[in-house]
């Protein structure tokens, strides 16, 4: 299977801390993607990292990639209590589907 | 416009009914898509339209309809459903059938009674 499998599955901190997330994924990618979703919502697009790129940052956001070891992290720097989501990993396949990991539900506390 | 927009927001219909998802975005995508999502769990894709053809479906049950009459709207043709077939839908567009970002509406909840 593609899918991304994420750790940990749930994550809390308190507000100002920072939350690292991990992926790992069993096949070639195109690129890997980052989504958030908010209780029962849509899913909103974070950051995309291509499979020739190490390193990628978006204002808080901060996504590694090693191709080597089929891995993915998300930091989040300085959380706050907005930032409480699911976010979920997506490799990007060479048959052009994105397949979602099974997500990491993170909880920042005021 | 950068929205993707769905309706219902929620829908509620018995195993015998007939009812329509509907999908619609402005902002010029070539491909779109249906994902099914149980609660707890990842989405799951079920269909992809490139250029308004059917290019990927998921080995989906012929119960799930999908059409795209123009490049704007995606619909979702819902029949004689299963009540294991209650989740959360979204739809979804990219620019084109290509390894970009994906822009996700809020969907629609749907139970089947």
């Known amino acids: 299977s593609q899918q991304g499998e994420e750790d940990p599955q749930a994550l809390s901190i308190q507000e100002g801390e920072n939350a690292t997330m991990n992926c790992s994924y069993k096949?070639?990618?195109?690129?890997l993607q980052w989504y958030r979703q908010n209780s029962g919502r849509g899913l909103v697009h974070l950051i995309l990292?291509?499979?020739?790129?190490r390193e990628k940052h978006s204002g808080r956001l901060r996504v590694t990639l090693d191709t080597s070891k089929k891995s993915s992290s998300l930091l989040i720097t300085a959380s706050r209590a907005a930032d409480t989501a699911s976010y979920f990993c997506?490799?990007?396949?060479?048959?052009?589907?994105?397949?979602f990991g099974q997500g990491t539900e993170l909880s920042v506390k005021p | 416009d950068t929205e993707v927009t769905q309706t219902p927001k929620h829908l509620v219909m018995g195993m015998t009914n007939k009812k329509s998802l509907k999908c619609e975005q402005h902002?010029?995508?070539?491909?779109m898509y249906w994902y099914k999502q149980k609660a707890k769990k990842p989405p799951e894709l079920m269909f992809v339209?490139?250029?308004?053809?059917?290019?990927i479906n998921e080995s989906v049950p012929s119960r799930f309809s999908p059409e795209c009459p123009n490049s704007s709207l995606l619909n979702l043709h819902l029949h004689a459903l299963q009540p294991e077939d209650s989740a959360l839908y979204l739809c979804?567009?990219?620019?084109?059938?290509?390894?970009?970002?994906?822009?996700f509406g809020p969907g629609t909840r749907l139970t089947v009674l």
């Open positions: 096949t070639s990618i195109n690129n």
């Open positions: 990292i291509r499979s020739n790129e």
């Open positions: 902002m010029g995508h070539r491909a």
């Open positions: 339209y490139s250029y308004e053809k059917l290019s």
């Open positions: 997506a490799p990007y396949n060479q048959g052009g589907k994105l397949i």
């Open positions: 979804a567009s990219s620019p084109r059938r290509e390894p970009a970002a994906q822009f």
